[in-house]
């Protein structure tokens, strides 16, 4: 063959759906999913009216915690239901989440952790 292999067709969005290894595709497949954006790890979309929910899991003198939730209050403002959650008082939350808070999720689907960017919210609220 001249030139190396023949060119692969381009994937569909379920093919794509399905290779994606982000927590958030694999929640997006028990949903219902009407597209699969931006390549083979894109928004996927859920068929949904209701305003998303965020939740940021924090921990009291965490000044990470209180960076995050300043930026989720700022890029979420009208845009989705903000809860904050302490780990300290939920023996099961403090274990999965000791050193790893602030840790944001979008309809349980954790965006981010330690730290997060504005772009990264504004993103998964798409």
Known sequence: MIGGPPLRSPASPRDLLLRCSRSWCQASERARVTVHRGGLHGKAE??????????????????????????????????????????????????????????VAVDDVEIAEYQIAPEQLEWALR
């Open 46 to 103: 859920h068929v949904t009216d209701r305003r998303p929910r965020i939740t940021v899991y924090t921990r009291q003198g965490c000044h990470l915690c209180e960076d995050a939730i300043a930026i989720v209050r700022r890029v979420a403002a009208g845009r989705g239901d903000i809860d904050l959650v302490d780990i300290d008082g939920d023996p099961e939350l403090f274990e999965r989440y000791t050193v790893r808070v602030p840790v």
